[in-house]
C-alpha cells in the first residue's frame, strides 16, 4: 500500500513562508517514467484544487495562477521526498495541503489533473495565514 505523509504546515502571518514535505513509502517516484507528483489544496467550502504537479519524465511544471511565482514543487529522489516551498504568503493560501501520487496510466476512482491520474493522496496538512 502506498503511503503518503505530509508534514510542515502550521500558522504564519502574511507574507510569511513555509515548506511542506511529503514523504512516499512504496511508491518511488522515479521507478516509471509515467510517474507524477502533486500538491493539491481544499479550503472550507471549496473544490479541491491543484497548486502544483510535475512528471518524472519532465514533461512539464505545472504551477495554478494563483501562486505562480511564489511557489516552487522539488523533490529529492534519495529521500523519496517531495517538497512545497511556499514564500509570500496570503490569507488565500489557508487550506488543508495534500500530496498525491500517480501516473499517466488511466486509474480507476483516480483524481485526473493535467495528464496524471492521482490515485495515493495523503492525510493532508493544515495551512493558516493570518493578517
Known amino acids: 500500500q502506498v503511503q503518503l505523509v505530509e508534514s510542515g504546515g502550521g500558522s504564519v502571518q502574511a507574507g510569511g513562508s513555509l515548506r511542506l514535505s511529503c514523504a512516499a513509502s512504496?511508491?518511488?517516484?522515479?521507478?516509471?517514467?509515467?510517474?507524477?507528483m502533486g500538491w493539491f489544496r481544499q479550503a472550507p467550502g471549496k473544490e479541491r484544487e491543484a497548486v502544483a504537479r510535475?512528471?518524472?519524465?519532465?514533461?512539464?511544471?505545472y504551477y495554478a495562477d494563483s501562486v505562480k511565482g511564489r511557489v516552487t514543487i522539488s523533490q529529492d529522489n534519495a529521500k523519496n521526498t517531495v517538497y512545497l516551498q511556499m514564500n509570500s504568503l496570503n490569507p488565500d493560501d489557508t487550506a488543508m495541503y495534500y500530496c498525491?501520487?500517480?501516473?499517466?496510466?488511466?486509474?480507476?476512482?483516480?483524481?485526473?489533473?493535467?495528464?496524471?491520474?492521482?490515485?495515493?493522496w495523503g492525510q493532508g496538512t493544515q495551512v493558516i495565514v493570518s493578517s
Open positions: 498525491a501520487a500517480g501516473s499517466r496510466r488511466w486509474a480507476g476512482g483516480a483524481l485526473k489533473s493535467g495528464a496524471c491520474y492521482f490515485a495515493y
Open positions: 512504496r511508491y518511488t517516484y522515479t521507478s516509471d517514467s509515467t510517474n507524477c
Open positions: 510535475f512528471y518524472s519524465d519532465g514533461y512539464s511544471t
